[in-house]
């Protein structure tokens, strides 16, 4: 079953204490396909790029099974560009540039071929934009996932709540999940967050792991124990990403499949931050990710039928 | 197998952003064998209190199969005396009296019929009385376990550097971890610390769960997801008792089975915080523990074999 991305597609210049980049690939929609595209092969996107963007992405896109009819090129602007330097704990980052450029009016047109997809992934974007591609889809897919950030919850927070009310499954980090929810206790704060819409909640925290909720189930993934974090960027998306690749490769919303998405999304995060940029995400073989997965089996699986003492 | 556990038996004053308490019984020691009960009903304990500590305590130890010749009472002396308050975020707290009362001369004696102990765990005290325990074991025993604290880091680090020589297994929170190893990174951390001495190493991370460290071997154990932490006091030593008690009942030091053991500790450790001091623990039944542990599995456990795409 095919997956839909929607979302930036983007130029980034980072900076950690390992050392900076010039104007890399990035965009949500560039990691979340790049990921995805390690368990799906039929993909689509929908996005917007200036003529600045090189070709050279998009046949990389094409050749990993990506249909870009959707990907609108704005002849004569330029494409959105973030600039972002990390902190040396990692987990925090200041924004040095922001420059929305074809972002700023972009109407996300669906291609008629990509009507009729099952899994639809809205990567972080103003929420009216992901509002409208639910909008313009004229079946509804089997699974809509969306991702956020606390910038939409400070600006738009009543156009996201109308957002919230249309998809599955909601993914975003522990902080985003206390300030959306306004309590500091996560598993409260899935009470209250999937009270908004969502019946499916992903709560990433990074290198201590995620959270899945539905109903009374609770998963807990951990994040694979590294040295250190090389570049967190991307490393979110990857995780979207590989979760709604294996999703909907799978074609099984059950909550024991989910699990694996879940495993199927950390195994490929923990490779985003190992280089900068999407790098990683390029050069891993299926044998790389099949052993990481396993990796992952050893690390949190354990037998135990306790008896009575 | 019998488990001897060695530390303190005490009184703690408790404030919590849910409450207070009066003086309530506490001490690593009595922490560690309650939860240890749970899977292990021959235990011996090393410790020392005034002639203020209630005989029903030592009465409720002695039920549930702690054998207290090891626990000295000193006449006309008072008991080891911790109070603390939590703040908001309850990882945090202040120490607001700390009356080291006997614990100030503590000779920890073996009882001959302690001898041949084949579990030990060593609570959270001075270095040098850990150390003499060790040196006072005619034969050592299977498994040597301690926890620490970063008290004893700064005062007494060149002792503790020799104890750590000692034992097989050390159990430490994040923070300790990070003071100990002078690195951030919790597996560079893993690395420092096992070539202090300790061929096994576990993690504590509070509501992020728990890391086992192995050779190249690492098992991740998630917390239990909960609405709020009524209070933590305990937990570490509730875990520690709960992991030695199933490892010393089982009579199995292998990796799969030290990941059972992990589990074990983290139920455990997941009742005490339920409520002020020991009362949790006191009143679990076995079904209760079980229901826990099998939560336990359905929060981390999944089947996956990952097939090519």
């Known amino acids: 079953m095919s997956l839909l991305t929607v979302g930036s597609v983007a130029f ?101 071929n990509y009507q009729g997809t099952e899994y639809l992934m809205l990567g972080n974007l103003t929420p009216k934009v992901q509002t409208t591609v639910i909008g313009r889809l004229k079946q509804r897919p089997k699974l809509i996932a969306m991702d956020t950030m606390n910038f939409w919850m400070d600006i738009a927070y009543d156009d996201l709540r109308e957002t919230l009310k249309l998809v599955d499954l909601l993914i975003i980090n522990d902080e985003e999940a206390r300030q959306l929810s306004k309590v500091s206790s996560l598993v409260t704060a899935s009470r209250i967050i999937r009270d908004m819409g969502p019946k499916y909640l992903i709560i990433k925290k990074g290198e201590h792991g995620a959270l899945l909720f539905h109903e009374d189930k609770i998963f807990v993934a951990p994040a694979l124990p590294i040295e250190e974090v090389f570049d967190p960027t991307g490393a979110g998306d990857s995780f979207a990403g590989g979760f709604m690749g294996y999703i909907s490769q799978t074609n099984d919303i059950s909550f024991e499949n989910m699990k694996r998405a879940l495993i199927a999304g950390s195994a490929t995060a923990s490779f985003c931050v190992e280089k900068f940029g999407t790098q990683r995400l390029e050069e891993i073989s299926q044998e790389d990710l099949q052993k990481r997965i396993q990796q992952f089996v050893e690390l949190a699986n354990f037998e135990m039928t306790y008896q009575l003492a």
């Open 12 to 112: 980034d210049a980072i900076e950690t204490p390992f050392g900076k980049t010039d104007k890399i690939i990035g965009g949500a929609a560039t990691y979340i396909s790049l990921a995805a595209s390690m368990y799906q092969k039929e993909q689509k996107i929908v996005a917007v790029v200036g003529d600045d963007f090189p070709q050279e992405m998009i046949n990389k896109l094409q050749n990993r099974g990506v249909d870009t009819e959707g990907l609108q090129i704005k002849q004569g602007e330029k494409s959105f560009f973030w600039s972002g330097k990390y902190h040396n704990d990692m987990n925090t980052r200041d924004t040095l540039i922001t420059e929305l450029n074809v972002l700023e009016n972009f109407d996300p047109l669906i291609p008629d």
